[in-house]
């Protein structure tokens, strides 16, 4: 059960296209760059591989939809629009890859020089890595920034969209994998991209580059909207967020010695992640707790009959809110709960548009979109307490 709520647009919130902005056409032009790089890459052996880098992107798409649910789900508060979030996937997926290929090879051929090859090959991945993919990857957060500014409203949007770089860049990064192994297995070109794509997949995909630039990204939009903080604590905190995330990188790619035995070697390496992803959670937790603070402070002017201290209570979490959501399907039925997931939603939608009001400095507290959702508000609360009434 749902009620039919009406949506009022006064101005282009979500386009990404700005023709006027310098950075937009930055940004234009390296994706342009980036795909024309891999199409070079690709185009050679796309005949002989064909069925082998389709059956990676397919892998490749499943895991980019399961990273894209998980990054809905944290972001509590507000929902991104989606060119600007498909614009950053692109930045990782294309100029992001492109780039770090050619930094990647020019570094490994100077480490080789000057030590040997073997010793690049074993250790240039830990050094050169973090130190080329990471600044390439925070570019393309700042230069959403620039593009895009009223979408860095809190520091977690940041981290929303530096993991999207991250997913593009970890996305696309798996397929060259797939297209080399495939070109180079003597046997089945399906088997030699299928073996580095489940290996990539499995072992490195819960911790890889999303995280590491949701950690960078998180410390930009920390510096851009924490404007009522000392400039030294915004450049710390910024500085020492993508030295995190640096620092995240190389330690997953650190090698472990060839003489370890297997039964030894694989779990240090998902010690490996699991301490990186823990040290992820700890810095969402941090985000995700100034994000209430932000939701309680924003709607703590709004009348009773709009939200209630029990619903701010109920919205601190996704847990939070799917214990309510219980709690309604227990006692009222299915569509006490399913008006309640709708209520939740009307005032995420609520809390922005007030935002954007408040840093606008408008004058009149209800605009047309303001005051649409909050006739949404009132009509889901009466279709709820009828159904509360059943």
Known sequence: MSVRTERIVVESQGAFVRLRRPAYWLFVACLVYGLLELGRVLS????????????????????AIFFLDILDRLDLFEREPPSVRAAAMCWGGLAA?????????????????????????????????????????????????????EHFDRSIDGLIYGALVGLGFQVVENLTYAINFAVLNPNSDVTGALSVTFARVLTAGPWSHPLYTGAAGLGIAFFVTQTRRRLSTRWGVAIG????????????????????????????SYG???????????????????????????????????ITTADLTEMRSLRSRRKARKHAHRRWGKPASQLLRQLQRELVNLATLVARDQRRGEPVSDGPDVAAVKRNIAAIRAELAEAKAK
């Open 44 to 63: 050679p052996d796309y005949g002989d591989i064909a069925t082998a880098l389709w059956v990676s992107i397919g892998i490749n798409v499943v895991l």
């Open 97 to 149: 890859v492109a780039f770090a290929m050619l930094a990647n090879n020019a570094a490994l051929t100077v480490l080789a020089e000057r030590t040997n090859a073997q010793w690049a090959r074993t250790w240039g991945p830990a050094i050169i890595a973090p130190l080329n993919e990471e600044w390439l990857k925070a570019l393309g957060v700042v230069l959403l920034v620039l593009i895009v500014r």
């Open 241 to 268: 967020l993508y030295a995190l995330a640096m620092g995240m990188h190389g330690f997953w790619n650190l090698p472990l010695p060839s003489s370890m035995p297997v039964a030894l070697a694989i779990p240090l």
């Open 272 to 306: 490996k992640g699991l301490f990186i992803l823990a040290l992820f959670f700890v810095l969402y937790h941090f985000a995700a707790r100034a994000e209430w603070h932000w939701f309680v402070t924003t709607m703590s002017d709004q009348d009773e009959h709009v």
